[in-house]
T-cell receptor
Framework: DVKVTQSSRYLVKRTGEKVFLECVQD?????MFWYRQDPGLGLRLIYF???????EKGDIPEGYSVSREKKERFSLILESASTNQTSMYLC?????????????FGQGTRLTVV | AQKITQTQPGMFVQEKEAVTLDCTYD???????LFWYKQPSSGEMIFLIY??????QNATEGRYSLNFQKARKSANLVISASQLGDSAMYFC???????????FGQGTELSVKP
């Protein structure tokens, strides 16, 4: 059974803290993505990676960074958490078998910044 | 730039009736793929259906079909014979060859009434 696993389901952090969200996939996928999901805004792409150590900005990268040191792991970093980063964060991965390759998602991390 | 638009924040449908969820997209790449995902209240993302830009026929998967109108840049999801379990958020998504980004629309919340 294919799996994308996010390290935490729920997280509460204080303003100004450095926050790490971890995502691990076991499908040997090349591509990994981080999204945030907010009501009425859908899923917005923060960053994605198409290979180890490679990263590309998505539509809303400000305030975030990422790290991909190993193929199976893609980390999202909030350098200095702010209350407007309170959201649901979703990680996804896909292979390189063509445009129609299905994306698999983690269970999501609901982050609250207080 | 790529863009996906879902203009229906919420929809209601009577059980056993058909419903169409709208999706329009924009890309300058002639080669792209369009997806629909379902997100029940549990939060998981479930892949429903895929349409490639060069596919001659509209995609179908069981009760799901994709009404693909390339000239209009629309990829509407049609659910036939709605069931109570179809109540969920539905997201349209697109991936093209320019960088491999996978982007999503704002989502449509479908409620099926008994």
């Amino acid at each position: 059974d294919v799996k994308v696993t996010q390290s935490s389901r729920y997280l509460v952090k204080r303003t100004g803290e450095k926050v790490f969200l971890e995502c691990v996939q076991d499908m040997d996928h090349e591509n990994m993505f981080w999204y945030r999901q907010d009501p009425g805004l859908g899923l917005r792409l923060i960053y994605f990676s198409y290979d180890v150590k490679m990263k590309e900005k998505g539509d809303i990268p400000e305030g975030y960074s990422v790290s991909r040191e190993k193929k199976e792991r893609f980390s999202l970093i909030l350098e200095s958490a702010s209350t407007n980063q309170t959201s649901m964060y979703l990680c996804a991965s896909t292979g390189n078998s063509g445009l129609g390759t299905e994306a698999f998602f983690g269970q999501g991390t609901r982050l609250t910044v207080v | 730039a790529q863009k996906i638009t879902q203009t229906q924040p919420g929809m209601f449908v009577q059980e056993k009736e058909a419903v169409t969820l709208d999706c329009t997209y924009d890309t300058s790449d002639p080669s792209y793929g369009l997806f629909w995902y379902k997100q029940p209240s549990s939060g998981e993302m479930i892949f429903l259906i895929y349409q490639g830009s060069y596919d001659q026929q509209n995609a179908t998967e069981g009760r799901y079909s994709l009404n693909f109108q390339k000239a209009r840049k629309s990829a509407n999801l049609v659910i036939s014979a709605s069931q109570l379990g179809d109540s969920a958020m539905y997201f349209c998504a697109m991936r093209d060859n320019q960088g491999g980004k996978l982007i999503f629309g704002q989502g449509t919340e479908l409620s099926v009434k008994p």
